[in-house]
């Protein structure tokens, strides 16, 4: 079954302009019509859509799956399934495997495996440099030739800007956007936490904006030199956005996306619920929700330590207006699976990273439609066609003719987010117990349901 009616629905294809109630057919794998009263052929289902949004299949462009080699923390099957709940037709997975994705064997077996196991489409990153060492370049064509769909070290970043500099000349010679993960280690050092108010009242080693603005900054101005299309990945930091809201002014091909535990939380969630609550968090839920429960945690939860950190209220607010302007153009979850025992350490010692997938689309919709700072449509886009066009996927719109991705969702539907209700292999999420507004109701790919919430289907 790759035929399916969707009726009633607002469909939302920012790719066409298109917002308006409608129905969408989808046969053979294919979206066939978008408009209204459709009939089916004999035999296709219907999907009552009535009260939802029908989007295009959305995309995360940073999904990290661990396989193979970390297989304890997630695999192909898992992180798919995940991305599937969490309304994801198609994720973007990062290199930092064991061994690193930086060879053509390495790109087949993901390729493979997800088209085996996998639940949702999967386009594979390859490394920038061996072993995302940083010393030596990846065969960065052979990578491309394998199917890689960019380069990244996330993860890591390369320090040596000669380095960064030959890998954008190849990037740009075989057409490949180079996504980047901005950390200065100079900078950075061993920080664990934003360099601010919080690390000092916490006595943790502060990480300064510079250590992420520094790279942007490098990034800029090797975008303009080479003229390779850089992405900066999970940006946190408002001299961030500052600095690519002026370059972009200027026609520089640079780019970057948001993390929505970036433009939720701060580094006062470090101190503990209540800390947070009665400061940065005072106005989180006011404008989205009335009457929810906040949930609790202690201070030093290693849940909210992630790489790069939870930063000021400031740079929250950037972020978020960054998003709002346009400056940032894509969303992603930044989806980093560890297990229970490698967290439950001391916040020093605890690895980087938290479980994204299923929680990302309701915080978006939460901090940015239901607050009113951008549309339903623009924020959409952030997760369909803008990445699918910095990515060339082919993918992100309901055009007639494209790929039967679908995403239903109930932009106004709360709910909460139970630890044991996820896909994930892991557990690392901050947001268990959080009250969201906005549930995935269903993801279609290549027009099967791979994912459907309460709903039933009805055989015409
Ligand atoms: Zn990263």
């Not at 209204?36 to 989007?55: I, Y």
């Not at 408002?238 to 701060?266: D, N, Y």
């Amino acid at each position: 079954m790759n035929s399916l009616l969707l009726t009633g629905g607002r469909v939302v294809d920012p790719a066409n302009r298109f917002d308006s109630l409608a129905d969408v057919l989808l046969l053979n794998g294919k979206v066939s019509a978008v408009g209204k009263s459709l009939s089916a052929p004999a035999g296709v289902q219907k999907f009552d859509a009535r009260g939802k949004v029908v989007a295009p299949g959305l995309i995360d462009v940073h999904v990290h799956l661990r396989e193979p080699g970390q297989t304890a923390k997630e695999t192909i099957a898992t992180g798919t399934s995940a991305a599937a709940r969490g309304g994801f037709a198609s994720i973007v997975c990062m290199p930092n495997t064991a061994p690193a994705i930086d060879n053509a064997g390495t790109v087949a077996l993901i390729r493979e495996r997800a088209k085996t196991e996998g639940a949702v489409n999967v386009f594979v990153t390859g490394a920038i440099s061996k072993d995302l060492a940083g010393e030596e370049l990846a065969p960065i064509g052979g990578l491309k030739k394998a199917g890689v769909i960019a380069i990244t070290d996330d993860g890591h970043c390369v320090q040596n800007n000669d380095l960064m500099r030959r890998a954008c000349e190849y990037a740009r010679m075989f057409d490949l956007p180079l996504m980047d993960h901005c950390q200065d280690y100079s900078l950075v050092t061993d920080g664990v936490m934003h360099e601010g108010y919080w690390n000092v009242a916490l006595g943790l080693r502060g990480w300064p904006a510079a250590g992420e603005e520094m790279i942007v900054a490098r990034n800029i101005l090797l975008a303009e030199l080479t003229g390779a299309r850089i992405h900066c990945q999970h940006l946190s930091a408002a001299g961030s956005v500052a600095l690519i809201r002026e370059a972009k002014k200027r026609g520089v091909p640079i780019s970057g996306e948001a993390c929505p535990h970036h433009f939720t939380l701060t580094d006062a969630a470090v101190a503990g619920s209540e800390k947070f609550w009665a400061e940065d968090g005072k106005t989180l839920f006011r404008t989205s929700h009335s009457g929810v429960r906040t949930p609790k945690w202690p201070a030093y939860d290693t849940h909210f330590k992630m790489n790069p950190p939870l930063r000021s209220a400031g740079d929250r607010e950037a972020i978020l207006a960054g998003l709002a302007d346009g400056t940032i153009e894509i969303l992603a979850s930044d989806h980093a699976p560890h297990c229970d025992y490698e967290k439950e350490v001391e916040f020093d010692s605890a690895p980087f990273g938290i479980t994204g997938l299923e929680t990302e689309l309701a915080l978006s919709l939460m901090q940015l439609v239901h607050t009113r700072r951008l549309s339903l449509a623009d924020t959409i886009a952030k997760y369909t066609v803008n990445p699918a066009r910095l990515l060339g996927l082919g993918k992100g719109t309901l055009s007639v003719g494209a790929d039967a991705d679908v995403t239903v969702f109930d932009p106004e539907q709360d709910w909460v987010f139970q630890r044991e209700d996820s896909a994930s292999k892991s557990r690392n999420s901050p947001f268990f117990g959080w009250q969201l507004k906005g549930r995935v109701v269903a993801t279609i790919v290549a027009g099967r349901p791979v994912f459907i919430e309460q709903q039933t289907l009805a055989t015409v």
